[in-house]
């Protein structure tokens, strides 16, 4: 696609991925044609820069719409491409004090920017007869292609598909969203039964008193940001310091969830015996992860040190502690540390 952070592979920005128009027309006709465009809300990313692009990406579909590097700029990137090295110039992506020192960004730089977009967006919905952007999600009809911009080569392509009304193909469908669904109570969101809950009850001996405690018990990839929670209790009773090394170890025997071992603190080792989704060990803060296939699956023939066992951006933004995987990383292994 147009978009990426600084931090990606380049192979993978230049070479990867399609433009957000071509998956937002496709994405917001499909569901109208299913009948399930009420039940969702659009939203669409990548590099949107102007008004003009977010009035485009409305009349295709789009209700929503992220921005990354345009804010990014107002605040002062100059996109030098080191989000991973820790070396930025102007002081937003890294970690070290002299080069935050030279950061010059402030929140009305921000605000400005999109009061800005805003209102050219709302020259675009005047000239158009909008009166909100509620009105304008979904009517491609308004768009046209600019015949003075097309050379030999780009004047054989097709935008009907892309320029095609949903309403034309499914009359009489809803084209926004209209439909409330329920994604935040305890009963939705599961929090009540996370894993982190009974890691806490398990390891109160030690967040009393420092007893050291041992625990075990299955995951899955179900279990999202597990040992965050628990190193928040330590963090509140214990500070910055935490407890003593070992103090809390919890064996896992599975697939762990994204975020694995998210700002594990000082005194927490959390051992998996499978493997770890995508941001194990992220904001590591002291805390100990150990990652090591099942022994089942290594006597079974799994050469460990051929194959992954973690996934991408492990140990993300960690600042202290330790971590052992056995086998192989995914992409932006140790990012902005």
């Known amino acids: 696609g147009d978009g990426g952070t600084g931090a990606a592979a380049w192979t993978g920005i230049k070479h990867a991925g399609l433009p957000w128009e071509l998956g937002l027309a496709e994405a917001h006709q499909t569901l109208v044609l299913n009948r399930l465009r009420d039940r969702i809300v659009l939203q669409t990313d990548g590099q949107l820069k102007s008004g003009k692009d977010v009035a485009i990406a409305a009349l295709l579909g789009a209700e929503e719409f992220g921005f990354a590097t345009a804010p990014l700029i107002a605040l002062g990137c100059i996109m030098m491409r080191k989000c991973h090295l820790n070396?930025?110039?102007?002081?937003?992506?890294t970690q070290d004090p002299e080069l935050r020192a030279k950061f010059s960004g402030q929140p009305e730089h921000v605000v400005n920017f999109f009061f800005m977009l805003a209102e050219e967006v709302r020259g675009y919905m005047a000239q158009m007869g909008f009166r909100s952007v509620l009105e304008m999600v979904g009517r491609a009809d308004m768009l046209r292609v600019d015949e003075t911009a097309l050379n030999d080569k780009v004047a054989t392509l097709d935008l009907g598909p892309i320029l095609t009304p949903a309403s034309e193909l499914a009359p009489n469908e809803t084209q926004h969203n209209v439909t409330t669904q329920d994604h935040f109570s305890k009963a939705a969101t599961g929090l009540d039964a996370i894993?982190?809950?009974?890691?806490?009850?398990?390891?109160?001996p030690a967040l009393r008193d420092g007893t050291p405690v041992s625990l075990e018990a299955s995951i899955n990839n179900l279990n999202r940001s597990v040992g965050a929670m628990l190193s928040n209790e330590v963090s509140k009773r214990y500070g910055g310091s935490g407890l003593d090394d070992g103090t809390i170890t919890v064996t896992l025997r599975g697939q762990t969830g994204q975020s694995f071992g998210f700002t594990l603190a000082k005194g927490v080792t959390l051992i998996v015996h499978g493997d770890a989704n995508d941001g194990c060990g992220k904001?590591?803060?002291?805390?100990?992860?150990?990652?090591?296939?099942?022994?089942?699956?290594?006597?079974?023939?799994?050469?460990?040190?051929e194959n992954v066992v973690v996934g991408n951006v492990a140990l993300y933004g960690a600042t202290r502690g330790k971590a052992f995987f056995r086998g192989k990383g995914g992409e932006r292994f140790c990012v902005r540390n």
């Open 87 to 93: 070396t930025c110039p102007v002081g937003i992506a």
């Open 195 to 204: 894993l982190d809950h009974e890691l806490i009850v398990g390891a109160e």
């Open 283 to 305: 904001g590591l803060s002291g805390g100990e992860i150990v990652v090591t296939p099942q022994a089942a699956t290594v006597e079974g023939g799994l050469v460990p040190e």
